[in-house]
């Protein structure tokens, strides 16, 4: 278990919950990142930027 940095949620992970996997709050909806296993922590994933080929 662990808890949504934007909405402060409880967010349920599996056992088998890896760093940098990406899940989705089931609260607020929010993109997260699982950035540590023991204990559990979550942050808000970072978004990707537009390349538009430059």
């Known amino acids: 278990m662990a808890v949504c ?4 949620a409880e967010v349920e992970l599996g056992v088998d919950a890896e760093q940098g996997e990406l899940i989705e709050c089931p609260e607020c909806g929010t993109e997260l990142e699982v950035t540590g296993v ?3 922590e979550l942050s ?3 978004q990707e930027e537009e390349d538009w080929g430059e």
């Open 38 to 40: 023991d204990p559990f």
């Open 44 to 46: 808000e994933a970072p």
């Open 5 to 8: 940095p934007v909405c402060d």
